[in-house]
């Protein structure tokens, strides 16, 4: 399932490369430190790369 949704993505971002929800689908993908932000946005950061350590030590 992983790989469909990927794919779907992919093909997305090749046929509509401006439209702004291309762009939203592309930083939804890309998880990057928030610039700014409430601090549940902050928590869930951090959240996220707690578990991502735990899942590559694994």
Same mark, same amino acid.
């Given at each position: 399932m992983k790989n469909l949704i990927k794919k779907t993505f992919r093909r997305l971002f090749k046929e509509n490369p401006s439209k #702004? !929800? =291309? @762009? +939203? #689908? /592309? %930083? +939804? !993908?890309?998880?990057?430190?928030? %610039? +700014?932000? =409430?601090?549940?946005?902050? /928590?869930? &950061? /951090? @959240? &996220? #790369?707690?578990e991502f350590e735990k899942e590559r030590d694994q």
């Amino acid at each position: 399932m992983k790989n469909l949704i990927k794919k779907t993505f992919r093909r997305l971002f090749k046929e509509n490369p401006s439209k #702004l !929800s =291309t @762009k +939203a #689908l /592309e %930083r +939804a !993908s890309n998880m990057q430190k928030p %610039r +700014a932000g =409430t601090p549940h946005d902050w /928590e869930d &950061y /951090e @959240k &996220y #790369l707690k578990e991502f350590e735990k899942e590559r030590d694994q």
